[in-house]
């Protein structure tokens, strides 16, 4: 079977990378473009590390066919920080201490940054069910929580 | 990852028509792939079985695809 041609835009750059047209866009991701801040977890969707976003939404890139990429705009936590400047989101969990081992750090931070720009000052609630799709084996997630909540200026909405 | 994944294709058909038009010239060889999220599933677990698959996301016409591939499985009694 071929390889196919597609064009993608990577953190505001456009990029043409040639691809077999299965490959998963996570390992496209970290092994063509050698972003390799995005992480394998489960591999099955079920855990989130390899969190991205494309064309805006929070995806897990170890369920999407490289060619379904094609024409799209991804995200990854490289494009996160703005010249050397650290996102609120990753300041908040520098500050709060929301990453351990840090394998799922970047997807939670994805996640994090999807679900705020959705809802600038979501409840307690709000950012658990934002995280949900995200697991973390270290954290107990408390610290977390509070990162988000502080990234959102500790303006979190009202509501269980 | 367990697959081969050099061993499967992937085509995205820029119309409905010609996604139809293969699935009836090659008839069983093509298959519809959507979202994928259960499909990428197998793949990475290397228990897809091998095929050639057609991109049905990228053109918006998912849903009157899917129709006319639920169609055709009624028609095969499956």
Known sequence: MPKVSI??????????????????????????????????????????????????????????????ANGSHITTIEGIARGGELDAVQEAFVECGGAQCGICTPGMILAAVSLLRDDPHPSEADIRNGLAGNLCRCTGYLRIFEAVAKAAGGQTGGGT | ????????????????????????????????????????????????????FLSTVVHKFTHVFFRYAAAESADRGE
């Open chain 2, 1 to 52: 990852m367990r697959a081969f994944v050099p061993g499967y294709e992937l085509y995205s058909p820029k119309t409905l028509a010609e996604a139809l038009e293969r699935m009836a010239a090659q008839a069983g060889v093509w298959r519809p792939f959507a979202g994928g999220t259960d499909l990428m599933v197998l793949f990475g677990a290397g228990k897809l079985d091998c095929c050639r």
């Open chain 1, 7 to 68: 064009t993608v835009t990577v953190n505001g750059q456009s990029q043409t990378i040639t691809v077999w047209p299965m490959a998963r866009l996570l390992d496209v991701v970290r092994e063509d473009l050698g972003l390799t801040g995005t992480k394998e977890g489960c591999g099955e969707g079920e855990c989130g590390a390899c969190s991205i976003l494309l064309d805006g939404q929070l995806t897990n890139s170890c369920l999407v066919p490289a060619l379904q």
